[in-house]
C-alpha cells in the first residue's frame, strides 16, 4: 500500500541515466548527499572553503597536478616549435627522419596523446565531479545546516535572499577552486618553465621575464583588495535588490491595493542605480587592471624581442630559439590578460562565498542541547514559571515573571487585546522563541532540554493563516504524520469537511482531487479551505497538545459548525490552548486566560469572569455581543 509524507522523493526519471557504468565510475569520486557531524560551518571564508575541499580531496589533488601538467605541456609545445625550427634548419629531407625519428615520434605524441590526455583528465574532474557532484554537495550541507535556525532566524531575512546563497555558495566554492587549481597554478607553472627556459638562453631575457613578473604580482597586489572590497559591495548590492523584487512580487496584492503613488518604482530604481553604481566602481577597476597589464606586457614583449634579435646578430641564439622565446612571451601575454579576468573571476567567487557565509554559518542562536533528551509522548500538562520574555528590544518587556498552569486535558483559551502577548505565549510554548529567564516544562521537563523535534511532535497547530506548501493536496495533509495512507489521508480530510472540495480541485496542469497542486503555480484555496486542509493535517499529526490559534476565523458559520463536533472530537483527551478574537468560538472552553500587556489579568471560566462587570474580559465580551448574546447562545 502507498504510503505518504515526509518521504525522500527519487529523481525524475528522466535524470536516471545518471546511474551510468561508465559515466559513474568518475562521478562516484564525490558523494553529494555525504555530510559530517559538525554543527555550524566555519565562519572565515578560507575556512568555509577548505572544509569542503578536504571532503572531496582526491578529485582536487588529482586537478593539482593536471593543472601543472597543462602548463607544463603549454610550454613543452613552443619550446619543441623552436627545436623543430632548428632541426629543419640544419637537416637535410634524407637525413631528416634518420636522425631525428625518436624526438619527433616524441613531439608527435606529446600532440597527440599527452596533451589530450591531460586536457580530457581535466574536463572529466572539472565536468563530472565537481560542477555536479561537489556544488550539490556544497549546497546540501548549506541547506542543512540554515534548515537549523530558528524561527526568527527566518523572519529576519527574505526568503529568496536565503534560498540564494545556498545556490550561490556551491558554485563559487566549486569556481573559486577549480580556477586556483587549473588557470592560476597552470599560469604559474608556464611563467616558471618560460622562465627557466629563457635563462638558458640569455639571463637577461630571465631577468625582463622575472621583472615582468614582479609588475604583474604589483598590480594584482595593489588592485586585488580593491577589487574583493568592490566585489563584495557588488554582491551586496545585487542581493539587495533581488530581495526587494522578490519582496514586491510576494506582497503583490499590498502593491496593486496600496502603490497607487508607484512607490515601488522608484523603490526599484533606487536599487538597481545602487546596483549599477557598485557595478560601475567594479567596471572601473577591471578597466585600470585590463590598462596596466597591456602597457606591461607591451614592454615585456618588446624588452626579449629587441634582446633575442640581438642575441641572434651576435650569434649567440640561433633561428630556433628565437622563434620558442618569442612563441613562450607570446604565449605569456595571452595568458597573462585571460588571468586578469580569472584572478577576477576567482575574487568574485571569493566574495560571493563570504556573502553565503554570513548566512550560512551563522550560530544558530536556538540549538538542541548536546545533551538533550527525545520527549516521549507527554500529557500535556504545560507550565510556565517565572518566564521573563522580550523580543530583543531592550527597553521594553513583553513579560514580566508571568506564571501560567495548564493541566494535562484542560481546554484553556487565551483572549485579550491585540498585541497582548497571546501568540508569544504559543511561540514560548513551542520554542519558537526562548525565554530570557525562568522555565517553561512539559510534564515536569524544561523544554530546553529536549530535542526540538520531539518537542514540537506533541503539538498540533492551527494557525489564523496556515500555510500550504507547494505540493500536492495529499502531501500537504500527509505532512502531519510520517507513512500515513491514503485512506486515512481522506479520513482525516472527511472528518475537517475538506474531502468534497478537494475532490473538484483541478490545478492548471491537469492534475485532480487529492492530486491537484496547492500554491503559487497551483490551484488558488480561499482562507477557509486552507484552514480546512490544516486542520485535516493535525488530525492526522495527532498530538497531545492542541493549538488552535483562530483556527476557524475563515471559516463561515456553516464550516465551522459542521466541523466544530470534529474539533471536539479532536479536541477530546487533549491539552488545548486556543486563542480567538470571535470569544463566542472559546467561551465554553475549561478556563479562560486574559492576557493584557504581556500580563494575566484574569482567569476563570467565562461565567466567573463575567460577573466581573468592570473586568477587561466583561468588557471584551460586551462590546462584541452587543450586550445582547448571552453565555448559553455563545456556549452552544
Ligand atoms: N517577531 C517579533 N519580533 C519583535 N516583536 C514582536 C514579534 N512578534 C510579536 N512582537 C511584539 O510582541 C507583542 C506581542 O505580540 P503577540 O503577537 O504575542 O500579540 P497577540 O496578543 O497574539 O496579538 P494579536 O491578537 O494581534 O495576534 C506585540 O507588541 C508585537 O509587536
Do not use: C
Not at 613531439?107 to 565536468?127: K, P
Not at 629563457?198 to 604583474?216: K, N, S, T
Not at 492551527?462 to 507547494?470: A, D, K, R
Amino acid at each position: 500500500m502507498a504510503r505518504y509524507g515526509n518521504t525522500y522523493q527519487d529523481p525524475d526519471p528522466a535524470y536516471r541515466d545518471t546511474d551510468h557504468p561508465v559515466w559513474n565510475r568518475v562521478e562516484r569520486f564525490v558523494d553529494p548527499f555525504e555530510d559530517t557531524d559538525r554543527a555550524v560551518l566555519p565562519k572565515n571564508t578560507w575556512q568555509f572553503i577548505a572544509y569542503f575541499a578536504r571532503q572531496a580531496k582526491w578529485p582536487f589533488v588529482i586537478l593539482l597536478f593536471v593543472g601543472g601538467l597543462v602548463g607544463a605541456v603549454d610550454a613543452a609545445l613552443y619550446w619543441s616549435v623552436g627545436w623543430l625550427i632548428d632541426i629543419l634548419d640544419n637537416s637535410t629531407p634524407e637525413t631528416l627522419l634518420r636522425d631525428h625519428w625518436p624526438a619527433l615520434l616524441g613531439f608527435l605524441l606529446l600532440l597527440l596523446v599527452v596533451r589530450a590526455a591531460v586536457m580530457v583528465a581535466a574536463a572529466i574532474i572539472e565536468q563530472q565531479v565537481i560542477v555536479p557532484r561537489f556544488y550539490t554537495m556544497v549546497r546540501w550541507q548549506s541547506f542543512r545546516r540554515v534548515i537549523e535556525q530558528p524561527y526568527a532566524f527566518f523572519q529576519d531575512d527574505f526568503a529568496g535572499r536565503i534560498a540564494t546563497k545556498i545556490l550561490q555558495a556551491g558554485e563559487s566554492v566549486g569556481d573559486f577552486i577549480l580556477t586556483s587549481l587549473q588557470s592560476l597554478w597552470s599560469f604559474l607553472t608556464f611563467i616558471v618553465l618560460t622562465f627557466a627556459v629563457l635563462a638558458a638562453l640569455d639571463w637577461r631575457m630571465a631577468v625582463v621575464v622575472a621583472v615582468w613578473g614582479a609588475g604583474y604580482a604589483a598590480i594584482v597586489r595593489y588592485l586585488l583588495p580593491r577589487l574583493r572590497a568592490a566585489g563584495k559591495n557588488n554582491a551586496n548590492e545585487r542581493s539587495v535588490l533581488n530581495g526587494r523584487l522578490v519582496d514586491i512580487f510576494t506582497n503583490i496584492l499590498t502593491v496593486k491595493l496600496f502603490d497607487t503613488g508607484r512607490k515601488e518604482h522608484g523603490d526599484v530604481k533606487g536599487a538597481l542605480g545602487n546596483y549599477m553604481g557598485a557595478v560601475t566602481h567594479l567596471t572601473r577597476m577591471i578597466t585600470l587592471v585590463r590598462t596596466a597589464v597591456a602597457v606591461l606586457n607591451g614592454m615585456m614583449m618588446s624588452a626579449v624581442g629587441v634582446l633575442a634579435v640581438q642575441g641572434w646578430m651576435a650569434g649567440t641564439i640561433s633561428t630556433g630559439a628565437i622563434a620558442a622565446t618569442m612563441g613562450l612571451v607570446f604565449r605569456l601575454n595571452q595568458m597573462s590578460g585571460w588571468m586578469m579576468f580569472n584572478i577576477n573571476g576567482l575574487i568574485r567567487a571569493f566574495s560571493t562565498v563570504q556573502d553565503a557565509v554570513e548566512t550560512i554559518s551563522v550560530e544558530p542562536k536556538i540549538r538542541d542541547r548536546a545533551d538533550a533528551v527525545e520527549l516521549a509522548r507527554t500529557t500535556g500538562h504545560i507550565r510556565f514559571e517565572n518566564v521573563r520574555f522580550n523580543y530583543g528590544k531592550d527597553d521594553t518587556r513583553l513579560f514580566e515573571g508571568l506564571d501560567l498552569d495548564i493541566a494535562p486535558g484542560e481546554k484553556v483559551g487565551l483572549v485579550g487585546p491585540s498585541g497582548a502577548g497571546k501568540s508569544t505565549i504559543v511561540s514560548l510554548m513551542l520554542r519558537l522563541f526562548e525565554p530570557e529567564a525562568g522555565r517553561i516544562t512539559i510534564d515536569g521537563t524544561d523544554i530546553a532540554d529536549v530535542t526540538q523535534v520531539s518537542l514540537r511532535r506533541q503539538f498540533g497547530v492551527v494557525s489564523q493563516e496556515p500555510s500550504l506548501l507547494h505540493r500536492s493536496l495529499r502531501d500537504n495533509i500527509a505532512y502531519g504524520r510520517h507513512g500515513v495512507s491514503g485512506e486515512e489521508i481522506e479520513a482525516a480530510a472527511r472528518k475537517a469537511k475538506a474531502h468534497e472540495f478537494i475532490l473538484d480541485a483541478r490545478d492548471p496542469r491537469g492534475r485532480r482531487g487529492y492530486d491537484a497542486h496547492v500554491g503559487e503555480r497551483g490551484i488558488k484555496l480561499s482562507g477557509g479551505q486552507r484552514q480546512r486542509v490544516a486542520i485535516a493535517r493535525v488530525m492526522l499529526k495527532d498530538a497531545p497538545i492542541l493549538i488552535l490559534d483562530e483556527a476557524t476565523s475563515a471559516l463561515d458559520s456553516e464550516i465551522e459548525a459542521a466541523i466544530q463536533d470534529n474539533l471536539a472530537e479532536l479536541m477530546e483527551g487533549k491539552t488545548v490552548v486556543a486563542i480567538a478574537h470571535r470569544l463566542s468560538t472559546i467561551a465554553a472552553m475549561d478556563r479562560l486566560v486574559v492576557v493584557e500587556n504581556g500580563r494575566i489579568v484574569q482567569m476563570g471560566r467565562h461565567d466567573e469572569l463575567l460577573r466581573d462587570e468592570d473586568g477587561l474580559y466583561a468588557r471584551m465580551w460586551t462590546r462584541q455581543s452587543g450586550g445582547f448574546l448571552s453565555f448559553a447562545e455563545a456556549a452552544e
